[in-house]
C-alpha cells in the first residue's frame, strides 16, 4: 500500500497529501504499482465519459480527456514535446539534453501536442468503455516498461529515481496487475493492443535513449501518451476489422 501511494503521489493530482518521506528504493519500487495508477484513472475517465455521453460522444471525449490531463497533471503531453523538440534538433548528449530542458517552446513541440491530443480525442470517442478503462493501465505499465529497461541519463530528477533500482521485481508485479485488470476487462482482446503499445514506445524510447546515454523524467511521460495513443488506435481497428 505505501509503493501504491507513492506512486499515487507523483502520478496524479491528489486532495491529499502525505509526508511519507520515500527512499531511493521506494521510488523505484513504486513503478511496480504504475498499473495501479493507470486502473484509478480508467475507472475515472470511463465514468466522466458515460456521465456526460448525452452531450454526444465528440464533446465528452473532449471533457473526459480534460479531466484526465488535469488530474494526471499534464506532464506527459510535456515530456512528449520536450523529447520531439531534442529528437527534431539532430544533436546528441549534452546538447540534447539542454535542448529537452530548454523551457522555450519550439515548433515540433507544439506541433507533436497538437497532434496527440487530436489523436486522444477522437480515438477515445470511437472506442467502447473497455478500452477507455484499460487505456491508461497499458500506458503506465509502459512506462515502467522503460523504467526496467533503460538507465537514467543522469543522477537527478524523477527519471533517476524511478530508473534506477527498477528490475525483474517491478516488472513482475506489474505485469501481473496489467494482465489480469486487461483480460478481466477486455478478454484476450486486450493482449495484441498493450503488445503493440509497448513495441511503439519501445521504438521511440531507444532513440531518444542513444541520443541521450540513458532516459529521464521527460522521456517516461513520452512513453506513456504514445503507448496510449497506439493502444486506443490498435483497439480501434481490431474491432473494426475483426
Excluded at 509503493?3 to 523505484?28: C, G, H, N, Q, W
Excluded at 526496467?148 to 506489474?174: D, T
Excluded at 503499445?197 to 521504438?203: D, E, M, T
Amino acid at each position: 500500500m505505501r509503493l501504491i501511494l507513492i506512486a499515487l503521489m507523483f502520478l496524479v493530482r491528489t486532495p491529499f497529501y502525505i509526508d511519507m518521506k520515500p527512499t531511493e528504493k521506494d521510488f523505484s519500487g513504486c513503478t511496480a504499482y504504475f498499473p495501479v495508477v493507470g486502473i484509478l484513472l480508467g475507472i475515472l475517465v470511463s465514468a466522466v465519459f458515460y456521465i456526460v455521453s448525452l452531450l454526444g460522444k465528440d464533446i465528452a471525449s473532449l471533457i473526459a480527456l480534460t479531466v484526465y490531463v488535469y488530474v494526471a497533471l499534464g506532464f506527459h503531453l510535456d515530456g512528449l514535446a520536450d523529447c520531439v523538440d531534442g529528437l527534431a534538433s539532430g544533436t546528441r548528449g549534452k546538447d540534447f539534453v539542454s535542448i529537452m530542458k530548454d523551457s522555450r517552446v519550439g515548433t515540433f513541440s507544439v506541433i507533436s501536442i497538437f497532434l496527440a491530443s487530436v489523436f486522444y480525442i477522437k480515438l477515445v470517442s470511437y472506442v467502447d468503455y473497455r478500452v477507455l478503462f484499460t487505456f491508461p493501465i497499458a500506458g503506465r505499465y509502459s512506462m515502467t516498461i522503460m523504467a526496467v529497461l533503460f538507465r537514467p541519463a543522469r543522477k537527478e530528477g524523477l527519471g533517476y529515481m524511478f530508473c534506477n533500482k527498477a528490475g525483474i521485481k517491478e516488472f513482475i508485479i506489474s505485469t501481473i496487475i496489467t494482465i489480469a485488470a486487461g483480460l478481466f476487462a477486455m478478454g484476450v482482446r486486450f493482449i495484441f493492443p498493450a503488445i503493440c503499445a509497448v513495441i511503439f514506445a519501445l521504438i521511440f524510447i531507444r532513440s531518444i535513449s542513444s541520443r541521450m546515454g540513458g532516459i529521464n523524467g521527460d522521456a517516461l511521460g513520452a512513453s506513456l501518451v504514445l503507448s496510449e495513443i497506439t493502444y486506443l488506435l490498435v483497439s480501434y481497428a481490431q474491432a473494426v476489422i475483426l
